[in-house]
């Protein structure tokens, strides 16, 4: 079992939408959760990062975390066609490493 | 712009090379790590050095090897290069600090041909 586990999409939605991506994780000692936003041809880019469960917002974007269920999830409200991207998970495992999920594809249409 | 800098951007070379691969991370970040990315692996965590000492390791191969110099810029060294070994090259940068996010560079694309 993959410690990080994320559906790779592609995912394709129209302008406005709220868009919902998730990830799930192997081990309920994982404390520390990303989510990086990463263009074609670019470096990830850190979206959000949260501790423990609970929720965190950010502008458009809100970080959710279930630790009862691994379950990390992140919304995009009025999604917007700069939206397009791939968006990866990621957490602490207990070696000290980050770790990914494989990305989501999101196609936002305008 | 992460403040991190990979050069150089794009690299290719033929199978059994060698090619250096080079990375300064954000001012006063003491750590930096590498990742390689393939369309079928993800993100993939090599090494992570912090102030100049080796920190952890990932499924990196005994044919690859990096250091992180005094001056905390660092390089990847790959030798006897494989067409498998094509793939998108990304360092980061952190503070240092445990479980601290990671801020990427734009990465170094290889294609070994």
């Known amino acids: 079992q993959k410690e990080v586990e994320q559906d790779p999409g592609p995912l394709s939605v129209p302008e406005g939408a709220i868009v919902s991506l998730n990830c799930t994780y192997s081990n309920s000692a994982f404390q520390y959760f990303m989510w990086y936003r990463q263009y074609s041809r670019k470096g990830p880019e850190l979206l959000m990062y949260t501790y423990s469960s609970g929720n965190k917002e950010d502008g458009r974007f809100t970080a959710q975390v279930d630790k009862s269920s691994k379950y990390i999830s992140l919304f995009i409200r009025d999604s917007q066609p700069s939206d397009s991207a791939t968006y990866l998970c990621?957490?602490?495992?207990?070696?000290?490493?980050?770790?990914f999920g494989q990305g989501t594809e999101l196609s936002v249409k305008p | 712009d992460s403040g991190v800098t990979q050069t150089p951007k794009h690299l290719i070379t033929a199978t059994g090379q060698r090619v250096t691969l080079r990375c300064s991370p954000r001012?006063?970040?003491?750590?930096v790590y590498w990742y390689q990315q393939s369309l079928d692996q993800g993100l993939q965590f090599l090494i992570h050095?912090?102030?100049?000492?080796?920190?952890a390791k990932g499924n990196i191969l005994e044919r690859f090897s990096a250091q992180q110099f005094p001056d905390l810029h660092s390089e990847l060294n790959l030798s006897s290069l494989e067409l498998g070994d094509s793939a998108l090259y990304f360092c980061?940068?952190?503070?240092?600090?445990?479980?601290?996010?990671?801020?990427f560079g734009n990465g170094t694309r290889l294609t070994v041909t």
């Open positions: 050095y912090y102030n100049g000492e080796e920190r």
């Open positions: 001012s006063g970040d003491l750590s």
């Open positions: 980061a940068s952190s503070g240092g600090t445990n479980n601290s996010p990671l801020h």
């Open positions: 990621a957490t602490y495992n207990q070696g000290g490493k980050l770790i």
